[in-house]
């Protein structure tokens, strides 16, 4: 029956292996993580607002945010050395880029 609905609705259903629990947490901890950190705070509205603001964030969280890793690098970021890190503690110099109008911020320092 529910199936019959997402049908009415033109979504269609995608079925995951049973044995792929690593595969479901990943997307449940994604989605967990665009709910809270976008569509909380963001009125979407129509269909293609909501698509761009997604990819937006999909952008945002595979490039740019930085997830508990060495130093915080993000995935495809390789990390900066400690000796590096020590000597340009004095001068930083951090930009501040906005996204989707102020709802992410991507902070990096600059050149």
Known sequence: MFDAVLKYAAIEVVLSGVRMPRKNSIMKKWVQTC?????DRTLIWDQRH??????EFESFYNEHRPHQGIANAAPSIRYPLRSRIRATIGRLDIRRRTRLGGTLHEHTHAA
């Not at 709910?35 to 569509?39: D, F, I, M, N, V």
């Not at 909501?50 to 990819?55: E, I, K, N, Y």
């Open 50 to 55: 909501l698509l761009h603001a997604v990819r």
């Open 35 to 39: 709910r809270r950190e976008l569509l």
